[in-house]
């Protein structure tokens, strides 16, 4: 049974900091992994997908990377602003097409 | 235009009574999923549709009934509401099976 872990719960850096946020996964066998935001009180927005033969996806200042072999994944954000403040979710997507979520990391970037 | 939209947004009602939570993507996608987000924030998958056909029911209790009427639509009826029934239920879509998926903005449920 697939299970998807996010290290650290919580985190709080100033402003223009680079971050590294961590998902790791139990079951190898996924067909992508994906990142995605929410901020309070509003659904999840999609920022992210690795497919499992891709080693890393870019968008703007994010950068996620994926190892298969070790299960696991990060998110880095690059030059942090304050508007990237809200939680970052990590799924593992797998052959039953369920998305399998993390608990996700509560992200403060402090002006 | 909204990709995926749920309504109502909020829904206060008392135990034992019937719900229903609606959901409509105009995305054109074969996929649609209900999830259930809990206190603690922790999402998990409750039904998914492929084109009006069930395809995953994880161990959700009978109370619940997902209807499909058509690929755009997939709706969650709640029979004898439950105090544990509160949560933030989300509607989502995808294309098909590895591709991005979409969310709506959520359904908060209370059960009072």
């Known amino acids: 049974k697939q299970e998807v872990t996010q290290i650290p719960a919580a985190l709080s850096v100033p402003e223009g900091e680079n971050l590294v946020l961590n998902c790791s996964f139990t079951?190898?066998?996924?067909?992508?992994l994906q990142w995605f935001r929410q901020d309070p009180g509003k659904g999840l927005t999609s920022l992210l997908l690795i497919q499992s033969s891709q080693r890393e996806q870019t968008s703007g200042r994010l950068n996620a990377s994926l190892d298969k072999s070790s299960g696991r994944s990060t998110l880095y954000i690059a030059a942090s602003q304050p508007g990237d403040s809200a939680t970052y979710l990590c799924?593992?997507?797998?052959?039953?097409?369920?998305?399998?979520f993390g608990s996700g990391t509560r992200l403060l970037v402090r002006p | 235009d909204t990709a995926v939209s749920q309504t109502p947004k909020y829904l206060v009602t008392q135990m034992g009574n019937d719900k229903s939570i609606k959901c409509e993507q105009n995305l054109g996608h074969d996929t649609m999923y209900w999830y259930k987000q809990d206190s603690k924030k922790f999402l998990k998958i409750m039904f998914s549709?492929?084109?009006?056909?069930?395809?995953i029911n994880e161990t959700v209790p009978n109370r619940f009934s997902p209807k499909s009427p058509d690929k755009a639509h997939l709706n969650l009826h709640i029979n004898s509401l439950e105090l544990g029934d509160s949560a933030v239920y989300f509607c989502a879509s995808q294309p098909g099976a590895n591709t991005e998926a979409f969310f709506g903005q959520g359904t908060r449920l209370t059960v009072v």
């Open positions: 549709y492929n084109n009006k056909e069930l395809i």
């Open positions: 079951d190898s066998a996924i067909y992508n």
């Open positions: 799924a593992a997507e797998d052959s039953s097409y369920k998305l399998i």
